[in-house]
């Protein structure tokens, strides 16, 4: 996402957290979906950053929670670049 917000709509991001919010800023992402997608975002830092607070069934529950977020992420994205090459 950070490559599609630079090269296309000319915005910088610095980290996931910020990719998403401008991500939903810009129009590309839903507001409610980038809302979603930061529970994703967090998980992923704290698995990498702070892998000790997290459980297995927290790790379970987080991701069977928002599969369908995910889906809808793929989904919007797939729109954003579709209406680039029409354009």
């Given at each position: 996402?950070?490559?599609l917000l630079a090269k296309i709509k000319g915005i910088p991001c610095e980290g996931y957290v910020d990719c998403i919010v401008k991500t939903g800023k810009a129009g590309i992402l839903s507001a409610s979906l980038t809302h979603k997608l930061r529970q994703i975002v967090d998980l992923r830092n704290n698995i990498i950053h702070r892998y000790w607070v997290i459980n297995n069934e927290q790790?379970?529950?987080?991701?069977?929670?928002?599969?369908d977020n995910l889906i809808a992420f793929v989904?919007?994205?797939?729109?954003?670049?579709?209406?680039?090459?029409?354009?």
């Open positions: 996402m950070s490559a790790l379970y529950n987080i991701t069977v929670e928002n599969k989904n919007q994205i797939n729109t954003f670049l579709a209406s680039i090459k029409r354009n």
